[in-house]
T-cell receptor, first 115, second 113 residues
Framework: DTGVSQNPRHKITKRGQNVTFRCDPI?????LYWYRQTLGQGPEFLTY????????KSRLLSDRFSAERPKGSFSTLEIQRTEQGDSAMYLC?????????????FGNGTRLTVT | DQQVKQNSPSLSVQEGRISILNCDYT??????FLWYKKYPAEGPTFLIS?????DKNEDGRFTVFLNKSAKHLSLHIVPSQPGDSAVYFC????????????FGAGTILRVKS
């Protein structure tokens, strides 16, 4: 399967703990996006990378959140000192930016539950 | 500030009939519009898209219509099949905003056999 891969699929953690999620995009894709989805809502943009450069971060992304894409391939999203409000589905997507429009391809997400 | 709105939380349609899902947007900078389909426990899957220079795009049973003056788009599924039952998200992007997608809240489609 050469789609977007996310690990782990599920994560349960206690409030105050740190968690890290990993995303492996489609190999030839140069853009990588992180989204968050809560029940009854559409995905909300968090941040995106072009190659290894983080180009934009949403105001939703507090300073407890950090994302990296060190070699322009896989990416990690870390949440420090988790809070119950962080419980959500975290989605990663990738695309090949050529200057013209192209759809984002999503992984199956990591579901985070903070107890 | 909800820039993309799907005002119908759910829609129920008989198998074989047409399903029409609607979406409105407020930002006139959006130049690319997409529909995604999502099954439980899976990520959104790209379905069909349309550029702002067009008013219609067709792919098999799926057609997307864009009315720029009304800032409205719709997805038509004909004929509807039980396997089409899923959550459908409308999304929009603008080159000026790095092509990141802004999503609506989704519409649950149920196709009854």
């Amino acid at each position: 399967d050469t789609g977007v891969s996310q690990n782990p699929r599920h994560k349960i953690t206690k409030r105050g703990q740190n968690v890290t999620f990993r995303c492996d995009p489609i190999s030839e894709h140069n853009r990588l996006y992180w989204y968050r989805q809560t029940l009854g809502q559409g995905p909300e943009f968090l941040t995106y990378f072009q190659n290894e450069a983080q180009l934009e971060k949403s105001r939703l992304l507090s300073d407890r959140f950090s994302a990296e894409r060190p070699k322009g391939s896989f990416s990690t999203l870390e949440i420090q000192r988790t809070e119950q409000g962080d419980s959500a589905m975290y989605l990663c997507a990738s695309s090949f930016e050529t200057g013209s429009n192209s759809p984002l391809h999503f992984g199956n997400g990591t579901r985070l539950t903070v107890t | 500030d909800q820039q993309v709105k799907q005002n119908s939380p759910s829609l129920s349609v008989q198998e074989g009939r047409i399903s029409i899902l609607n979406c409105d947007y407020t930002n006139s900078m959006f130049d690319y519009f997409l529909w995604y389909k999502k099954y439980p426990a899976e990520g959104p899957t790209f379905l069909i898209s349309i550029s702002s220079i067009k008013d219609k795009n067709e792919d098999g049973r799926f057609t997307v219509f864009l009315n720029k003056s009304a800032k409205h788009l719709s997805l038509h599924i004909v004929p509807s099949q039980p396997g089409d039952s899923a959550v459908y998200f409308c999304a929009a992007s603008a080159r000026e905003y790095g092509n990141k997608l802004v999503f609506g809240a989704g519409t649950i489609l149920r196709v009854k056999s």
